[in-house]
């Protein structure tokens, strides 16, 4: 496979110059972008997924939602239908994609939306909600017909953008210079101790702009949630072997995580918002029950209940000790302090 990425690198380098013709054609003004007034927090990345989005996201939420107004936006990925959708509980991760519906699930005070086109979608937001006073954009880095008023830009502490390639060839939609857009870059999934001469190596490899912030975020999981009949009459104790099926782009730092709770982890792996079907369900089930451990647990994430919800195939393994694990995003020290004062000083400000 990294033979054949290497292979590729003529389609990379192409790829990449078109990107970065169309980037330059907003920055010379030939490509419009639209600014707005009210406050547009931009939260993406250079890389295809897998560096947190989600859970900044709802730090974000957290932060400021007891003293704004607030909405998020995003494509909604996954979703089946199209156009401008403003959530409702009712909703479902096929109306909104599973992000978006984690989103509406955990904050009932924020207003939710997918769109397409950045652009329309803010413009709806603003004429259904009149005392809206602020939007974060969900996974909008690369939607320069938007202009946020502040953009932070994600990269995974095992997989720095400063590090990787284009796509084919990498994992980056745009070349990194593409960075330099940012007005904040957290390096995230960090261990929960990083010593200042991590900080220092990292910060030279990124190569900020003196305008640029730069700051250091950890996942903290919560502890398990039980969501079948045979998880809640089964309490977690003294488990041997963790099943963990997942159709997220990174399922290694919570991998790491269930290994410190049991003997062993058992992994299957599906693509990033992936779509389960009834077959998929009987074949996790089956490999489940092949264990022959007498005390064995099924894991998945939030984001995967979403979808299995909306497929309504949770049923099915009611009589397996089904559970999923709750993530949150947590600073490091002084960044805490320093990030969440630059966030609610822009909104405030603006």
């Given at each position: 496979?990294?033979?054949?990425?290497y292979?590729?690198?003529?389609?990379?380098v192409?790829?990449?110059?078109?990107?970065?013709?169309?980037n330059?054609?907003f920055?010379?003004?030939?490509?419009?972008?639209?600014?707005?007034?009210?406050p547009v927090?931009?939260?993406?990345?250079l890389?295809?997924?897998?560096?947190g989005?989600?859970p900044?996201?709802?730090?974000?939420?957290r932060?400021l939602r007891?003293?704004f107004?607030l909405?998020?936006l995003?494509?909604?990925?996954g979703r089946?239908?199209?156009?401008?959708?403003?959530?409702?509980q009712?909703?479902?991760?096929?109306?909104?994609?599973?992000?978006?519906?984690?989103y509406?699930?955990?904050?009932?005070?924020v207003s939710?939306a997918?769109?397409?086109?950045?652009v329309?979608g803010v413009?709806?937001?603003?004429?259904l909600?009149?005392d809206?006073?602020c939007?974060?954009?969900?996974?909008?880095?690369?939607?320069?017909?938007?202009?946020?008023?502040?953009?932070?830009?994600?990269t995974?502490?095992?997989?720095?953008?400063?590090?990787d390639?284009?796509l084919?060839?990498?994992?980056?939609?745009?070349?990194r210079?593409?960075?330099?857009?940012?007005?904040i870059i957290?390096?995230?999934?960090?261990?929960?101790?990083?010593?200042?001469?991590?900080?220092?190596?990292?910060?030279?490899?990124?190569?900020?702009?003196?305008?640029q912030?730069?700051?250091?975020?950890y996942?903290k999981?919560?502890?398990?949630?039980p969501?079948t009949?045979?998880?809640i009459?089964?309490p977690?104790?003294?488990i041997?072997t963790i099943?963990?099926?997942a159709g997220i782009a990174n399922v290694y730092p919570?991998?790491v995580?269930l290994?410190?709770?049991s003997?062993?982890?058992?992994?299957?792996?599906?693509?990033?918002?992936?779509?389960?079907?009834l077959?998929?369900?009987?074949?996790?089930?089956?490999?489940?029950?092949?264990?022959?451990?007498?005390?064995?647990?099924?894991?998945?994430?939030?984001?995967?209940?979403?979808?299995?919800?909306?497929a309504?195939?949770?049923?099915?393994?009611?009589?397996i000790?089904l559970?999923f694990?709750p993530?949150?995003?947590?600073?490091?020290?002084?960044d805490?302090?320093?990030?969440?004062k630059?966030?609610?000083?822009?909104?405030?400000?603006?």
């Amino acid at each position: 496979m990294k033979f054949l990425r290497y292979i590729l690198f003529p389609f990379a380098v192409l790829y990449g110059i078109v990107i970065l013709f169309r980037n330059r054609l907003f920055d010379w003004g030939i490509l419009k972008h639209t600014s707005f007034d009210i406050p547009v927090i931009c939260v993406g990345n250079l890389s295809m997924g897998g560096t947190g989005k989600t859970p900044h996201v709802e730090y974000l939420i957290r932060l400021l939602r007891n003293n704004f107004r607030l909405a998020t936006l995003s494509r909604g990925y996954g979703r089946k239908t199209k156009g401008f959708v403003l959530a409702t509980q009712a909703d479902d991760s096929y109306i909104i994609g599973d992000e978006s519906k984690q989103y509406l699930s955990k904050f009932d005070t924020v207003s939710v939306a997918v769109c397409e086109s950045r652009v329309s979608g803010v413009r709806q937001l603003l004429n259904l909600i009149f005392d809206l006073e602020c939007i974060i954009l969900d996974d909008g880095f690369q939607h320069r017909s938007i202009k946020p008023g502040l953009s932070v830009l994600l990269t995974d502490y095992y997989s720095l953008y400063a590090n990787d390639y284009i796509l084919p060839t990498g994992n980056l939609r745009e070349f990194r210079s593409g960075a330099n857009r940012a007005d904040i870059i957290v390096v995230t999934k960090t261990p929960k101790i990083l010593s200042p001469i991590t900080r220092r190596s990292i910060e030279e490899q990124l190569k900020l702009r003196t305008n640029q912030n730069l700051f250091f975020s950890y996942l903290k999981y919560g502890l398990a949630v039980p969501l079948t009949d045979a998880a809640i009459q089964n309490p977690m104790d003294n488990i041997s072997t963790i099943f963990l099926f997942a159709g997220i782009a990174n399922v290694y730092p919570l991998e790491v995580h269930l290994k410190h709770q049991s003997n062993e982890v058992i992994v299957m792996k599906f693509t990033d918002h992936h779509d389960f079907t009834l077959a998929d369900i009987e074949k996790i089930k089956s490999t489940f029950q092949n264990i022959y451990t007498k005390n064995k647990v099924m894991m998945t994430t939030e984001k995967d209940v979403m979808r299995l919800q909306a497929a309504k195939l949770i049923d099915i393994l009611n009589d397996i000790p089904l559970y999923f694990v709750p993530v949150q995003v947590e600073f490091h020290k002084e960044d805490k302090i320093k990030f969440n004062k630059q966030i609610i000083e822009y909104v405030s400000k603006n």
